[in-house]
């Protein structure tokens, strides 16, 4: 009696390991074929772009005749939220944000405006970085959002995107504040960004519906397939002996193995469990801490500058000409600034009416910003607050943040903020549980552990990885069906 009640939840625990594997075939097909795609997408069929940084020139070598003040005077500017200086198409320029957050541009030898000089500066950029001087702009559009082909990941906004008339049908998205690209993408590029946005991110359903109702759906997908790839370990562990004698008399009696669907199919789960496991594990870790993080983004710290604050000239500051990158406006603490960015990537700061340097200027305003950051509230902190400024992409600040040089402040608690000063922006925060993802997510999901062997191998490995969970679940498929 008690062996029948065994065999009885048994064979139940089988059927619902059956059931289970039926309810996750379908999102596991979806996500190994986009993820057999990815490596397509971001390495072997990247389009190739000549340039992707842009090397601004100093301020001795834009050589401006006219100081920033005679410009606003001639052109009777009272305000103005920030401003700096630009060259191209042999000509320099001030490149004036208004109150209204539009940009103008000003000849720095004449004062006259420049007619549309945000779009003719952005395509000025977009033809230095594909270097492509004689296909026609089909179309040029301020892009204020993310969409499916600049996602959130360019972390970048606001661009421009310049659509060339070019049978690869080249897409360039580039920042005009900070004269730097946002992404680039061809026609194939656009199609795998699709299949991978649809397939892999379930986009659908957030365009449908909401970006919460996509993540508690993804997460009731991942909880399935974890039981599912954990009663399958376990109907192995209780029936292995039972399918081990099967086989075994099979072999003695000349018998053809009818079933072999079946024991491809436990033996290559056995052999990818581990995968699947990283797969599920990392990837609902995933979901969980954007479910958490669903809260709106901070609104972005805005300035006004009066034409008053602007006593001394930014040319007659003390550091020469010859070493200065950019120079833009910060005003914080009832004080304006010229904040200055040399060549050695430091942001110096000097007073708008003095003309005097401010110590530790870049720590002083990433402090600031954070605070405004943090909702304006004074935080009470307990222990010591630390700033370093990084000028270089690190393991927790990784290329995928975009800016640079920015100002890392960690409170204790090991959390961390980012900020980029030059743009005033929040670049990244990262607390004990975002790293603890960030690290499982790269290590477990997209097998970053293999990067000492090069891009290439790390890609092969993975998608090894995926083609062995979609080959399991569609031999727990026919297996369903041989059993009816």
């Known amino acids: 009696m008690q062996q029948q009640k065994q065999a009885s939840a048994k064979s139940k625990f089988y059927k619902w390991h059956r059931v289970l594997g039926l309810i996750s075939l379908v999102p596991v097909i979806f996500w190994c074929i986009s993820g057999l795609s990815h490596p397509f997408m971001s390495n072997w069929f990247r389009p190739f772009i000549p340039q992707e940084v842009f090397k601004p020139l100093t301020q001795q070598q834009m050589a401006p005749k006219l100081t920033f003040q005679e410009v606003m005077g001639k052109n009777q500017l009272t305000q103005l939220r920030n401003f700096g200086l630009v060259n191209f198409n042999h000509n320099t320029y001030y490149q004036a944000l208004m109150p209204d957050s539009t940009y103008r541009y000003y000849s720095a030898n004449n004062g006259v405006l420049l007619p549309n000089g ?67 993408n061809n026609n194939t590029r656009k199609a795998f960004l699709w299949i991978f946005k649809q397939f892999h991110n379930w986009q659908f359903m957030a365009d449908a519906f909401s970006e919460t109702f996509r993540i508690v759906v993804l997460l009731m997908v991942v909880s399935v397939m974890m039981l599912s790839l954990l009663s399958g370990i376990t109907v192995y562990g209780l029936f292995w002996k039972r399918f081990k004698q099967i086989r075994n008399k099979q072999k003695a009696d000349g018998k053809e193995d ?85 060549k050695q990537k430091q942001v110096l700061y000097f007073d708008a009416k003095s003309g005097e340097e401010l110590v530790n200027g870049d720590a002083t305003f990433a402090r600031y910003l954070a605070n405004y950051y943090h909702g304006n509230t004074p935080q009470k902190v307990y222990g010591k607050i630390q700033t ?97």
């Open 118 to 184: 945000d779009q003719l500066y952005a395509q000025y950029l977009a033809r230095f970085f594909t270097q492509d001087s004689t296909s026609a702009v089909k179309s040029i559009s301020l892009q204020k959002n993310f969409d499916n082909n600049y996602q959130p990941i360019n972390r970048l906004l606001p661009v421009w995107k310049i659509s060339f008339d070019r049978p690869d049908g080249m897409d360039i998205y580039v920042e005009t504040s900070q004269s730097r690209l946002g992404t680039f």
């Open 258 to 342: 009818k079933r072999f669907v079946h024991r491809f199919h436990r033996q290559l789960g056995l052999i990818v469990s581990f995968v699947l496991l990283t797969f599920v594990v990392s990837g609902g870790f995933h979901l969980y801490v954007k479910l958490c993080n669903t809260e709106p983004a901070p609104a972005a710290f805005e300035q006004l500058i009066e034409r008053s604050d602007l006593a001394k000239s930014y040319l007659q500051l003390p550091i020469a000409d010859s070493l200065i990158k950019r120079v833009n406006l910060t005003k914080f603490e009832g004080a304006t600034y010229y904040q200055v960015l040399n």
């Open 388 to 484: 370093e400024p990084i000028s270089q992409f690190t393991t927790e600040y990784g290329f995928i943040n975009k800016r640079l040089p920015v100002v890392k402040i960690s409170y204790p608690g090991k959390v961390d903020w980012y900020i980029e000063t030059t743009s005033a922006k929040l670049a990244t925060k990262i607390s004990g549980i975002d790293r603890t993802e960030g690290f499982s997510f790269i290590f477990l999901h997209k097998f970053f552990g293999m990067t000492w062997a090069g891009k290439d191998i790390r890609d092969v490995v993975s998608m090894l990885a995926a083609a062995g969970v979609l080959v399991v679940s569609l031999f727990g498929f026919a297996a369903f069906f041989k059993n009816k």
